[in-house]
């Protein structure tokens, strides 16, 4: 079965540093793979996707993330972090072999950004 | 465009009433789906719906009831509130992008049972 790790459950930075989030996934083929982005109070907003191709895919605010087969991962990066990125952010695999559309979701990792 | 919106935004219910989260969307989408969010759990599937007319189960179903009443409106209803339910529920819809869908978040709705 398809699952999604998030090592890290609360991760701090200072404004400004480079952001480095981990996402490890289970499955067996090519997965679909997903970040999101909760601030607090609200919906999640769709950051990024990756579905095929160039493994280096560019999101919205700056965030970018990286495909690795090999080591099963697909983190998200961003360079220089701004406070208003404080917030919750989700991996997500999407259940490619049962054509249904669902979404498998890690259990999330909190960013706080220091001053 | 509204996009998708959930009502009403909190509630807070008595162990053993009943009440129906709304949820609406005007993205033409065929997908729809009910997520509830628990800290340190991610979010967890309770129902979904691929097109007009169908329903599935997900993850977490027990409990719960939905109605696909058309395109636009996907409900989930809560027969008898039980404690173990309070909890942040999201509604989504979902755009097939090859074998998966991209799908686009409502802001939720807060319950608490007491």
């Known amino acids: 079965a398809q699952s999604v790790t998030q090592p890290d459950i609360h991760i701090t930075v200072s404004e400004g540093a480079s952001l480095e989030l981990r996402c490890n996934y289970s499955y067996g083929a090519t997965p679909y793979l997903f970040w999101y982005v909760q601030s607090p109070g609200q919906g999640l907003q769709l950051l990024l996707k990756?579905?095929?191709?160039?493994?280096l895919v560019q999101g919205i605010k700056g965030f970018e993330a990286e495909f690795k087969r090999s080591q099963s991962s697909f983190n998200l990066r961003k360079p220089s972090v701004h406070w208003s990125d404080a917030a919750e952010y989700f991996c997500?695999?999407?259940?490619?072999?049962?054509?249904?559309?669902?979404?498998?979701f890690g259990q999330g990792t909190t960013l706080q950004v220091k001053p | 465009n509204a996009g998708v919106t959930q009502t009403p935004k909190f509630q807070v219910l008595k162990t053993g009433q009943s009440m129906t989260l709304q949820c609406a969307q005007d993205?033409?989408?065929?997908?729809m789906y009910w997520y509830r969010q628990d800290p340190g759990m991610g979010l967890r599937l309770i129902y979904y719906?691929?097109?007009?007319?169908?329903?599935d189960k997900g993850e977490v179903p027990n409990g719960y009831n939905v109605s696909r009443l058309n395109k636009r409106e996907f409900s989930l209803r809560l027969e008898s509130a039980a404690p173990s339910q309070t909890s942040v529920y999201f509604c989504a819809t979902g755009v097939m992008s090859g074998l998966t869908d991209t799908q686009y978040f409502g802001p939720g709705t807060r319950l608490t049972v007491l």
């Open positions: 993205m033409n989408h065929n997908s």
């Open positions: 997500a695999v999407g259940d490619g072999s049962s054509n249904t559309g669902k979404l498998i």
């Open positions: 990756y579905f095929s191709g160039d493994t």
């Open positions: 719906s691929a097109s007009e007319g169908t329903t």
